[in-house]
């Protein structure tokens, strides 16, 4: 695969800017982590958790690369609840690091599967949405101009329209 085919158009370069901002997050979780063991990790655990609900809507990581995380429910930014949900793929094997050598085993064997479907979500679905999007029911935007009349365009995972009976 060559480079031009892996950024043609542009949801291929969201989808890997949003992977970008999710490595950054998750690179100063590690770097606290590793200096700081185990109050360093505890910390990082935490701030994944409120993360997507900080500076409106945006992790540090989705700040730097100029994205916003919003409610498909209302369109408001999301909150801290619904940023738990949708960090748990990545918060759940972490939080067994803190356990030595059974917790290391448990977070070994489930956080690469867990991070493969969040990355296989992100690239294969039609709406580039990963595994928290969906369980969170919230969605990624652009943070410009335009982020105000995206709001108003989504709609919720699970609203669907009534089946008449016949």
């Known amino acids: 695969m060559n480079r031009k085919s892996l950024l043609k158009g542009p949801m291929a370069r969201a989808r890997w800017s949003r992977?970008?901002?999710?490595?950054?997050?998750?690179?100063?979780?590690?770097?606290?982590?590793?200096?700081?063991y185990p109050m360093g990790l505890i910390l990082g655990i935490i701030y994944l958790c409120i993360s997507d609900s900080l500076y409106d809507g945006q992790s540090i990581g989705k700040r730097f690369m100029g994205f916003g995380v919003i409610s498909l429910i209302d369109g408001a930014p999301c909150t801290a609840w619904q940023s738990m949900i949708r960090n748990l793929p990545f918060t759940v094997p972490l939080f067994f690091l803190v356990f030595p050598f059974w917790g290391w085993i448990f977070s070994a064997v489930f956080a690469l599967p867990l991070a493969a479907m969040e990355v296989y979500f992100l690239f294969r679905g039609d709406t580039a949405h990963r595994l928290g999007d969906i369980m969170a029911d919230t969605t990624v935007i652009a943070n410009d101009g335009t982020r105000l009349d995206l709001r108003k365009t989504k709609s919720p995972w699970f609203d669907t329209p009534p089946v008449p009976l016949q």
């Open 19 to 36: 992977l970008i901002a999710k490595c950054i997050d998750i690179g100063l979780v590690t770097v606290g982590a590793i200096c700081y």
